[in-house]
Structures are given as C-alpha cells and as structure tokens.
C-alpha cells in the first residue's frame, strides 16, 4: 500500500514538473547577461534619428481620428479605463484640458518643422520617420488627383529633410484615414471591407509614388496592424471604434490590409523602377514580450505562447508564405503576391506584459502591463513595463524566421519628468540590447529610430503621455524644450556607439 502511494505521489509531481515546461516561460532576466566594459560600435552606415505619424503632429486633417476627436471633445469624453495604460472606449484621455489651438494643430509641425529638421540634425540624427496623410492629398472622395497643397506640404519636408542631412522613412498607412473612407458603401461596409477600397488605396499610393519617388527610398507600407486590428475592431478604443468577439471577425480587415501592403509593394516599386532609382519597402510590426504571470501555472504559459504567435509573428508569417493564418481560428487564406513582398523587416517594440488566465474562463486572459507584486520593476507612464532583455529576444527571432535585415522603427517609453531618468535608462538598456543582438547573435539592423523626437498626440491617450527626447510647451506655443535625454541620444549618436560608463551607469535597472 505504501509503495502505491509513492508511486502516485511520483505520477503527480512528474506532472506538475511536465505542465512547468509547456508554451513560453516567464524569463528572471531584465538585461540580458553579456559585455558591459566595452565601447558597443554601431556600423558607420548605421541609421540613427526619430519617428512621428502625421496625425500626432501635424494640423488636423479630415481623417476618422480628427472625426474621433472632434466628437470626443464636443460630448465630453475625456476619461481613461479603470487601470493605468487602459484606454477607455470613446474616450480620448484629458483631452479637454487642451486649447483650440493645441487640439488643432496638435505641435506646431506644420510651421516648426524647419527648426525640427535643424534641431535633429544639431543633435546628429541622419534619419526621420513620419507617415503622408491620405486625407491630406485626398480630403474628398470624389478627387482623381491629389490636392496640390498636399503634395507641396510634403515637398517642402522634404526639401528642408535633405538641407539638413536627414534620410526621410515615409510611412502610408499609420492608423488614419480619410473620413469619408469610413462612410458605409452601397453594402453597409466601411473602411477596409468595402468593395473599393482598394480602388481607393491604389490612387492613394499611385500618387505617393508619382510624387514621392525617388526622394523616398525608405518605405512602411503599414504602421502595427495588429494594433491596428485590435485597438479598432476589438477593444473600440481606435476608431472604427468596433468591439467584435474576436479577432477571426476581423480576419476581412486584416486581409485587406495585407492586400493593400501588397499594392504598396509593388507600386513603389514600379514607380522606383521607371525613375531608375530604388526603394526598401516593408512594415512596422507592434512587437511585445508575452511571458506568463506565473510560471507554475500551464494555462498561463500556453495562452502567452499563443498571444505571442498571434499578435508578434501572424501578420509578418503571412507575408513571407503568402497565406493568412490567424492562431487559434480557422482562418487560413492564401493571399494573391503576397508572398516574399517584404525587403526588410520593420521592428516597434516597447516591453513586456502579462499574461493571466482564469482556468474557469480560459478563453478570456487578463493582459497585465506590469507585475504588480513585482514591486522593483520599471514601468513608464502608462504602466508599460520596461523589459531591454525582450527586445534581443524579439530581434533574434526575427531574424531567425525572416532572414531579412532588420529597421527599428520605434522604441521608447513615456516619462514626462523633467529629468526623464527612467527614459534615459530606456534608451541605453535597450540599445544595448540591439547591439549584443548585433554581434552576439547576427542579427543584420540596419537603424534606430526612436519615438518619439518631441511630445504629441498620443492615440487614446491624448497629449498626456509623453514619449518626446523634447518637451513641448503647450501653453506657450509648441516651444521646444529638450530633454536630458535628447542629450544622452545625441551623444550616442554622434560617438555611434555606446561607452561602457553608459553601460554601467544606466544599463541596468535602476
């Protein structure tokens, strides 16, 4: 009898040792363990610089987000969810606390960015990211040709990009549409499900490329999205503002999406083709670190493994084989050209979260933006837990899945103190971290663009979350006020590399 009852207490512990070891693993590390006492060289050619989108800091232009916010405004939406970092649906966080003046203009971009493109190249930036507004060039529905204003106002970025030096990364799609791209069509669809809304999106980029190419050659299609997906069709917290089941009732946006990645490939480089010039065209993907709150619990492990797979890898998986596959649905769809349209691939990253699951509801996980019992963690102003060991882990398996070299197109984090420590140590745990991935692991990056160059409008968010290397004063018309981080990049921007005192004395946490 007692032999029995060892062996089932054996049987037992082999099992809960055995559910330890499935889906992914909640990792002990912050940084990763490596060289710390060397100067950390960047290649000479390496990219260095900023990134914003257009509706963040440009004047509000007719898209669905200016419709967003102006209806926002006028009935008094200005929470934000129940937790930090959590929006709430219909609502834009304190967005009433701002003027007129801010909410249109959202930082002066339209006049300031001469001074902007001088005070990135005064700081050594050699690239910039922003996106070309659709609705700028096609505020109405019924125009065949872009808006001459339009094209000028990019044109002379453009213009003041290149007398500073600067290397432009032009992004099409980063969340914002025409308004009226969102009007139901003859079959009540909108947006990127109605019937000619490629028809519509191939004028767009046909005009981006007429005009655009060969002055830029660094080319997003699309701008996270999954992000996209998720913050619009299931948590309505983005305009379309939906909150679908799931993300299976979402798949037709996701494959017009990857449709129109496809019409954006090729037409950039048609165009580059005729001029005789070139162009590297990919996507910016929305990378996090999924890792189980509790290791000991399978459910957590196995649901962080498959949000993982679904929101980091389904969209890039699906370019690079051609064919639609959504984890954990039954959507599998092959995709006309799609396959191998990707001459790079585009990383934002920004940390890690949590994934809890409820064995009496599994199909609903709690996604946690910190730990809160892990009271030593770092966590920025949303609650977005600072995490530079996942960024290597991410950059690597990129590499391995895609071969491909590899841009960086945002990685920052929100910290409106005037000191800015926490964005400080951001920065240089997080570069060292893209070069261990560099020289420890192969992986070919090529750039890093950090977001954000100066504080904007930040989504759901509102003007209250501050990703800027410069603070702006609202209240006293956009002035620019740099940050000790801008400092801190500058410097490792102009060295092209990181020292070891950096290292040692912001590497870690804190």
């Known amino acids: ?95 009433g606390s701002y003027s007129d003046k801010v909410r249109l203009e959202k930082t002066g971009f339209d006049r300031l960015y001469p001074q902007d493109m001088a005070m990135a190249k005064e700081m050594g930036h050699n690239a910039f990211r922003t996106s070309i507004d659709w609705a700028r060039l096609f505020p109405r529905e019924d125009m065949t040709e872009p808006d001459p204003a339009g094209i000028a106002f990019y044109k002379n970025m453009l213009a003041e990009m290149k007398k500073n030096g600067i290397t432009p990364f032009g992004t099409l799609f980063h969340f914002a549409t025409p308004e009226w791209f969102f009007k139901p069509d003859a079959d009540g669809k909108k947006g990127w499900e109605r019937k000619d809304a490629m028809v519509h999106w191939q004028r767009f980029v046909s005009a981006v490329a007429d005009n655009f190419v060969p002055d830029i050659e660094q080319w997003c299609t699309l701008n996270e999205p999954m992000t996209y997906v998720y913050n619009g069709y299931i948590e309505g917290v983005f305009p379309p503002l939906e909150r679908r089941p799931d993300v299976s009732y979402a798949a037709d946006v996701i494959e017009s999406l990857l449709n129109a990645h496809v019409i954006g490939y090729n037409t950039l480089h048609k165009a580059a083709a005729a001029k005789k010039a070139k162009v590297n065209v990919g996507i910016a993907k929305h990378t996090r670190s999924f890792e189980p709150l509790r290791n000991w619990a399978p459910l957590d492990r196995l649901t962080a493994q498959a949000i993982d797979q679904a929101w980091n890898w389904d969209f890039n998986d699906a370019i690079e084989s051609g064919v639609l596959k959504l984890t954990n649905t039954k959507v599998n769809k092959p995709i006309d050209g799609l396959k191998g349209t990707e001459d790079y691939v585009g990383i934002n990253y920004y940390g890690r979260f949590y994934v809890k699951t409820d064995i009496f509801n599994p199909t609903k996980p709690k996604v946690l933006l910190h730990d809160p019992d892990a009271k030593d963690e770092p966590y920025n102003d949303l609650g977005w837990a600072m995490y530079p060991h996942g960024f290597k882990l991410i950059l690597t398996e990129a590499h391995k899945r895609y071969k491909k070299p590899i841009y960086i197109l945002e990685n920052g984090t929100a910290d409106r103190a005037e000191n800015d420590e926490l964005r400080q140590r951001f920065i240089v745990s997080h570069l060292r971290e893209v070069w261990l991935a560099m020289n420890e692991s192969g992986v070919d990056v090529r750039g890093y663009l950090h977001w954000t160059l100066f504080d904007n409008f930040e989504w759901a968010e509102g003007f209250n979350a501050r990703f800027g290397l410069v603070r702006l004063d609202y209240e006293n018309d956009f002035k620019r006020i740099p940050r000790p981080s801008a400092a801190l990049y500058s410097g490792i921007v102009k060295a092209n590399a990181l020292s070891p005192e950096l290292v040692e004395k912001l590497g870690g946490p804190k």
């Open 1 to 95: 009898m007692a032999r029995k009852y060892w062996i089932i207490l054996a049987i037992i512990a082999a099992i809960a040792v055995a559910a330890t070891q499935v889906g992914a693993s909640r990792k002990s590390l912050y940084a990763t363990p490596g060289k710390t006492t060397e100067v950390m060289a960047f290649p000479k050619d390496f990219y260095w610089g900023a990134a914003i989108a257009a509706q963040h800091a440009e004047t509000q232009q007719p898209t669905d987000w200016t419709a967003f916010e102006l209806d926002a405004f006028k009935n008094k939406r200005f929470e934000t969810g129940a937790t930090l970092g959590a929006a709430k649906p219909g609502h834009i966080n304190d967005l």
